[in-house]
């Protein structure tokens, strides 16, 4: 992003954010507002609705598509919002896709779903199995792309009721490619003052949403280092320079960043995941290539890890007579910290649709999330939407080939984006005085 499109953007975003006020309204329930979560579950839950979303869940898991690769998984998209009668920009960040909803006035409240799949082979065996080998969506990222559709067609037929401006942030590349960062280059907040997200969660129960104000996924970033010796026959050592004992020692090394020099309660990650090298039983090879992934809950903790990666690497790879190169081949994904007051607003909301009891808190993860983009800009808040459901017995992991989604949890997906939205546009209202005040004061 161009230094000039940053300053309008702080600048938009400094007009519309102080002057946000929480209305109150009293006992909410005595205008109604409470009721609405569940009345648009019910929306969602009806047959019609649900097969509907079932049905574009299950075009968009046939053809998973990679990052900014997504133009079907895009074109589907604006094909539906066509048909909703929402006006939509495209393309944002190649393939991304941003609706509005509403009266184009402020405030502005964003809903962001992700589009991409992953790179590997689905092996789950069903009727609507990936037919793209050695592509799937192992992450839920269709069934986010749906209920955020879902969502959209709810509030399109709630726009009168619309007090300002629902933005739907439809965006590619969000497994390592960094398209939220693109979205947000690409204009995706302009006005918008609060975003929600949502991840579907194989672990929680069906009915249930999970989050928490504060920190809530890790900071992530990405290292590859080339490790560099001398190759030559297995049998003779003394005429080589080693790579694969010095990156063996590399490993070792990068193992005490966090077990010696990380504070035991600030939680971090070094993993050293790709060691590649060598080819053959009895030639020592010229070089290794190691690479992996760092984690960590605070800004400083990341750039520390950052900083002593390169040193361990060097350093302890030139104990062995080796040079070594450092890389950070991908843009790092920020911590993902939850709005307070967001959260707080998320947790009422959740509430009066599925009880009170069915809204958790639970412990960050170090999974990452390129949602934390959008919350580095403006306040946001992430949740993950249970799908289990014991009679449908376990369910794997996100990124697990034998990854499965229930979708019974669509409705709730649908319902929560929209039910969010609705309420925020109702509650969160812009001070009309106070940009006009400060002007006064001012001049
Ligand atoms: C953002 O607000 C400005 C000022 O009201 C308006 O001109 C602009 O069209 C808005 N942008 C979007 C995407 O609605
Ligand atoms: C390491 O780099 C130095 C300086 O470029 C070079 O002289 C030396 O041969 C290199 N050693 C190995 C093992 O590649
Ligand atoms: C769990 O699955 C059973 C059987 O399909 C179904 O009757 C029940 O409603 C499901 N529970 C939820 C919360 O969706
Ligand atoms: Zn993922
Ligand atoms: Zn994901």
């Not at 990650?269 to 790709?274: C, E, F, P, R």
């Not at 509430?351 to 412990?363: A, E, W, Y």
């Not at 449908?392 to 039910?419: K, R």
Request: hydrophobic letters at 40%; proline letters at 6%.
């Amino acid at each position: 992003m161009s230094f000039s499109k940053w300053v309008v953007l702080v600048f938009v975003l400094h007009l519309f954010n102080p002057s946000l006020v929480r209305f109150c309204y009293g006992s909410s329930s005595s205008t109604g507002f409470s009721d609405i979560p569940k009345k648009l579950l019910d929306v969602a839950k009806k047959k019609e609705f649900f097969d509907w979303m079932v049905g574009i869940r299950r075009k968009i898991h046939e053809n998973p598509e990679m990052g900014y690769e997504e133009f079907e998984t895009s074109k589907l998209i604006r094909a539906e919002l066509d048909k909703m009668g929402i006006k939509y920009k495209h393309p944002v960040a190649v393939t991304g896709v941003v609706g509005y909803i509403g009266t184009g006035e402020p405030p502005f409240v964003g809903l962001r779903a992700d589009m991409d799949a992953l790179a590997m082979q689905e092996m789950v065996e069903w009727e609507h199995k990936s037919k793209i080998p050695g592509k799937m969506h192992a992450c839920g990222h269709d069934a986010h792309v749906t209920m955020l559709l879902g969502a959209a067609k709810i509030l399109q037929e709630h726009r009168d009721e619309l007090k300002g401006t629902v933005v739907l942030i439809f965006q590619p590349a969000e497994e390592g490619g960094g398209g939220a960062q693109k979205m947000i280059q690409g204009g995706a907040l302009e006005n918008v003052s609060a975003i929600f997200g949502i991840h579907v969660a194989p672990k929680f129960p069906v009915g249930q949403v999970f989050s928490r104000p504060g920190p809530l996924l890790a900071g992530n970033g990405f290292f590859e280092a080339v490790i560099s010796g001398k190759g030559g026959h297995a049998a003779i050592p003394q005429h080589s320079i080693d790579p694969i004992l010095a990156a063996s020692n590399v490993i070792v090394s990068l193992q005490h960043l966090v077990s010696r020099e990380a504070d035991p309660l600030d939680s971090q990650v070094v993993t050293v995941a790709k060691f590649q090298g060598g080819g053959a039983f009895n030639v020592i090879p010229d070089s290794v290539t190691i690479g992996g992934t760092f984690r960590a809950f605070s800004k400083e903790s990341f750039s520390q890890l950052k900083r002593r990666i390169v040193e361990v690497i060097t350093g302890q790879a030139a104990v062995q007579r080796c040079n070594a190169t450092v890389d950070f081949p991908s843009i790092p994904f920020p911590v993902a910290i939850n709005d307070k007051d967001l959260h707080a607003f998320f947790e009422t909301i959740a509430g009066d649709m599925l009880g009170k009891n069915k809204v958790g808190i639970m412990q960050p993860i170090m999974g990452s999330e390129d949602f934390s983009f959008y919350q580095e800009v403006i306040p946001g808040c992430f949740f993950f939407l249970g799908m289990h459901n014991e009679t449908l017995g376990t369910m794997e992991n996100g990124h697990s080939p034998y990854f499965t989604v229930n979708e019974d949890a669509l409705p709730y997906g649908a319902a929560l984006h929209s039910s969010l939205a609705l309420r925020y546009l109702l509650e969160f209202q812009p001070k009309i005085s106070t940009p006009v005040e400060k002007h006064h004061d001012e001049l």
